[in-house]
């Protein structure tokens, strides 16, 4: 157990080393993506900014509430992107055959799958991430201590594995379809829309859907209304939201787990 | 001559049409955002807030959801075309054909735009009429004058795009700075919330930038926002940016193209 253990994640390592210096061939190319990331998200929580300042507070959510979970949900985007984009580009590997090589292999192929990409890019993501979420727990009031930090990991793990599931379940699609299409653009723009802004702003009908059928309302806006005593919503549960998260990110990884196996026995490899 | 670059646009409308399973995502995309903005307005707009605003809730409905509409139809692909040709080599056979390479380019753009009305603007106006009723415009004169306000807009965008295109032939790995414009156009055109909810100062500085001339204003005319009088004067406005622009993209032009051709021996 421990030598299969220590093999991993020697594998992993090394993965990681050939990912990052893959990624640094091109330092200038970084560039365009350092540009673009800090403008997206900055003029996205300024655009809050103009409108809370000319209306009011959107469903009880002041500004500094508002700048923690856009950062909230922001930062575990970017941790998210920085591990586990290769969930994005399973139709690619199974068209082109890149799929097949990972079936050869003696490891988890899910594992290989994830691993054998670690996106260094993606820190750019996290970069904007930092910067407003300690900006709003500064403004907001958030207490940093012990026990709410090690809450706020919690969360942070417990969202990751929400959207690695989803994104999983999603490219799990192309074994039967061949290819998903934008399904990655679409599913991106509804995390962005569901988690780092109010879930309470929306009809019912969608926040029932975002919090017991796709389950993104907790990877950032329940633990944050939590953190913030703001407005839920509605939606209160006995204990912590620091344990919520995670144990519904575990349940949701499992689930996709099983249906990610259960294609890959629908798998038929796309080429000659 | 014409017949060519009708070609060209054919060509493009057809090749388009034929990819349904994108289109189908792209439509459902912008539905989430369209959605999302809609509902993100009715809660700013809650209680009296919205009362002394220089916008109604259903004007700045109407706005969000032709604002999202009309971004489906402006294609400027121009940007990544020239990057991506210039990169993979390609660039060197499209100066061999016998009509101008940026026009070429440009009846590709207005084939996909075609493809765009029928298969993502269409359906996107429907859900949309579904769901919040009838996008109308403020008046028959308004929509009138909503037109060719929109074509000069598609103006300036693809010359913003062409001349970040050209970008791309002093700097081949600088990566996508179309991506860079773009996220600059979105905030600074009104696309996502009107400039005039802006601080004073940003919608001075605005003035005398091309961004606001190509979503805000024609938006503005079509909800009813901007008096026929001004409407006349901010085209015309938006054609002085047009020749302003097409100077700049004609002169980086000559000088690129006697570039490439050093390049190449």
Redesign the interface.
């Given at each position: 157990m421990v030598s299969t253990i220590k093999h991993y994640v020697s594998v992993a390592s090394c993965w990681a080393r050939l990912a990052i210096q893959r990624q640094l061939e091109y330092p200038l190319f970084l560039f365009s993506w350092l540009l673009m990331i800090p403008i997206q998200y900055f003029s996205g929580i300024w655009m809050l900014k103009i409108i809370v300042d000319r209306f009011q507070a959107l469903n009880g959510w002041d500004f500094p509430q508002l700048t923690f979970l856009y950062g909230l949900g922001l930062i575990s985007h970017g941790i998210f992107v920085v591990f586990f984009i290769n969930t994005w580009s399973i139709d690619h590997m199974v068209i082109n055959g890149g799929f097949d090589r990972l079936l050869l292999r003696p490891m988890n192929v899910f594992f290989q799958l994830v691993a054998s990409y670690v996106n260094f890019i993606g820190l750019i993501d996290c970069i904007p991430g930092v910067i407003i979420f300690l900006y709003g727990a500064e403004i907001a009031g958030f207490d940093w201590s012990l026990a709410n930090i090690g809450k706020l990991i919690l969360v942070l793990i417990g969202g990751i594995l929400i959207r690695a599931a989803l994104f999983t379940s999603l490219g799990t699609i192309a074994f039967w379809t061949k290819r998903n299409g934008s399904m990655v653009g679409f599913a991106l723009t509804m995390l962005e829309r569901a988690t780092m802004y109010p879930l309470s702003m929306y009809p019912y009908f969608l926040q029932a859907l975002f919090t017991f059928i796709i389950p993104i309302g907790f990877i950032s806006f329940y633990p944050a209304a939590e953190f913030l005593n703001a407005d839920s919503g509605g939606l209160d549960l006995p204990l912590s939201f620091a344990l919520w998260t995670p144990l519904v990110g575990i349940i949701c990884f499992l689930i996709a787990g099983g249906i990610f196996k259960f294609g890959m026995k629908n798998y038929e490899s796309a080429g000659s | 001559m014409l017949q060519a670059y009708w070609y060209i646009t054919k060509m493009k409308l057809l090749t388009n049409l034929t990819y349904r399973?994108?289109v189908?995502?792209?439509v459902?995309?912008n539905l989430?955002?369209m959605l999302?903005s809609v509902?993100?307005w009715?809660?700013?707009?809650?209680?009296d807030?919205?009362a002394a605003?220089a916008l109604s809730l259903q004007e700045i409905t109407t706005y969000t959801i032709l604002s999202i509409t009309i971004s489906t139809i402006f294609v400027c692909d121009v940007q990544n075309t020239i990057y991506y040709k210039i990169r993979e080599g390609q660039i060197v056979t499209d100066f061999y054909r016998p009509i101008p390479l940026l026009a070429c380019y440009l009846a590709e753009d207005i084939g996909e735009m075609f493809s765009a009305l029928l298969n993502r603007a269409l359906p996107l106006v429907v859900f949309a009429s579904l769901f919040f009723g009838v996008p109308w415009p403020a008046s028959f004169q308004s929509f009138l004058l909503f037109l060719p306000s929109c074509l000069l807009s598609y103006a300036i965008l693809w010359l913003l795009s062409a001349l970040v295109g050209l970008i791309a032939f002093w700097?081949m790995?600088?990566?996508?700075?179309g991506?860079?414009k773009d996220?600059?156009v979105?905030?600074l055109s009104g696309s996502?919330?009107p400039l005039w909810?802006?601080?004073e100062s940003v919608q001075n500085v605005s003035k005398f930038l091309p961004f606001q001339y190509t979503y805000q204003t024609p938006l503005g005319i079509y909800i009813g926002n901007t008096s026929t009088s001004e409407a006349f004067t901010s085209m015309g406005v938006q054609a002085v940016w047009i020749a302003i622009l097409y100077l700049i993209l004609a002169a980086g032009w000559a000088r690129t193209k006697k570039k490439t051709l050093i390049q190449g021996g």
């Open positions: - | 399973f994108e189908f995502t792209s459902a995309t989430i955002l999302a509902f993100l009715q809660t700013a707009y809650k209680g807030a919205g605003q700097v790995e600088l990566g996508n700075m991506n860079v996220s600059i979105r905030v996502i919330v909810f802006f601080p």
